[in-house]
């Protein structure tokens, strides 16, 4: 049922009606007499309750209450909130002379020019730098540079920075002179908005007594934010038919999702798939996409920071593609032109230097090894 509500003027109203209704006599409401001030106070009053009201009735819904009150809404179904994620990329450690070995510990810090976000450097034993011994990373003399893996210290969005943000070194590295960040760091996400708790709580609760592809998709996006998924049923990870099995691809966002990662998502749908079925956590199929194309700027002075958005603009959007989406050719230029107002025209848009959408395996997903804006 809904509440009827009502403002100062209608509470005043209906009080003086009814008040004079049940008087034998003419009443005296006008404006300053007693008699109006007393009903004037009973409907601030009436308001201040009917706040109250409203208040109890926005925390006890999960349609309306929001925050706190909605984590302890959805606490009562033990669901929690995900919580945010820190973004994560690469940076380059570079010298000036590069006559004698230097190290780059495990944990060493890096900022923006601004100082305003800070990066730690993490552990990655496929790189060909890595010391397991020194718990660190070794460039090697007569080496310029090194790259490394670092994520942000302070989880959430404001972690992703773009390329070249990144320019301070927190404290000395003997034989490092400067670093820098040749791609943006992405996959920072702040913790799960209001909305999508409430969108993922309607598939938690529709496929709670399910063993569907819904309660799979459920279960994986309540492991974390940022994910993709697609669930092929009666198949092996080989892509060969058997019937009872499934597997679900899961990306992150990076086209190479760790195995922890993967584990997660695994103990989730472990706990919802059907009996008698057997199931693979794989991450999906790497297509890489080169893409160049030219643009033309109504002011030369311009053109520099256009290449820049329509660059940034591109790889955003060929990174953020889905599982099983193709790359269509077409819609390369009209990024450009939706990047920068500055852009005029654009011309020879190729994709591995092709003009023709670039079409993925079912389980692949498309990132940019290179987009190149002349």
């Known amino acids: 049922m809904q509440l009827p509500l009502r403002n100062f003027t209608s509470l005043v109203s209906a009080a003086a009606a009814a008040v004079q209704g049940a008087a034998r006599q003419l009443l005296d409401l006008s404006p300053g007499s007693v008699l109006r001030a007393v009903l004037e106070a009973n409907a601030s009053l009436a308001l201040w309750l009917q706040w109250l009201v409203l208040q109890v009735l926005q925390m ?3 349609a309306t209450s929001a925050g706190g009150d909605l984590d302890s809404w959805m606490a009562d179904f033990s669901l929690t909130r995900l919580p945010a994620v820190a973004a994560a990329g690469s940076v380059t450690f570079s010298r000036f002379t ?19 976000q800070t990066f730690t450097v993490t552990a990655d034993a496929t790189n060909a730098a890595w010391s397991a011994d020194q718990n660190g990373y070794v460039l090697a003399a007569g080496l310029a540079g090194v790259t490394v893996p670092a994520a942000a210290q302070a989880v959430g969005a404001a972690g992703n920075v773009q390329a070249g943000a990144i320019s301070l070194i927190a404290a000395a590295i003997v034989g490092v002179d400067s670093v820098t960040n040749a791609f943006a760091f992405t996959g920072g996400l702040d913790a799960e908005a209001d909305a999508a ?16 592809p819904l309660a799979i998709g459920a279960a994986v996006a309540a492991t974390r934010q940022g994910l993709s998924w697609l669930v092929q049923e009666n198949t092996l990870p080989n892509g060969s038919t058997r019937m009872g099995s499934f597997v679900v691809t899961v990306d992150d966002g ?4 760790s195995a922890a990662l993967l584990a997660a998502v695994a103990n989730s749908v472990e706990a919802v798939r059907p009996a008698g079925t057997s199931y693979a956590v794989v991450a999906p199929t790497v297509v890489n996409a080169a893409i160049s194309l030219t643009i033309a700027t109504a002011s030369p002075t311009g053109h ?3 290449v820049a958005a329509v660059t940034a603009a591109i790889a ?3 990174n953020a593609l889905p599982i099983g989406a193709t790359l269509a050719w077409s819609r390369i230029a009209q990024i450009a032109y939706g990047a920068s107002a500055d852009v005029v025209n654009v011309t020879g848009v190729q994709i591995n230097g092709a003009t023709a959408d670039l079409v993925p395996p079912a389980t692949g997903v498309i990132t940019t090894s290179s987009v190149l804006v002349a």
Request: aromatic residues 8%.
């Open 60 to 62: 006890t819904r999960a």
């Open 98 to 116: 590069p006559t004698q070995a230097a190290f780059i510990p495990v944990g060493t810090t890096v900022r923006t020019a601004d100082a305003t």
């Open 197 to 212: 708790l409430r969108a993922r709580f309607r598939d938690y609760i529709n496929s709670r007594s399910r063993a569907t």
């Open 254 to 257: 990076s086209g190479a999702p």
């Open 304 to 306: 520099a920071d256009a």
């Open 316 to 318: 955003a959007w060929v």
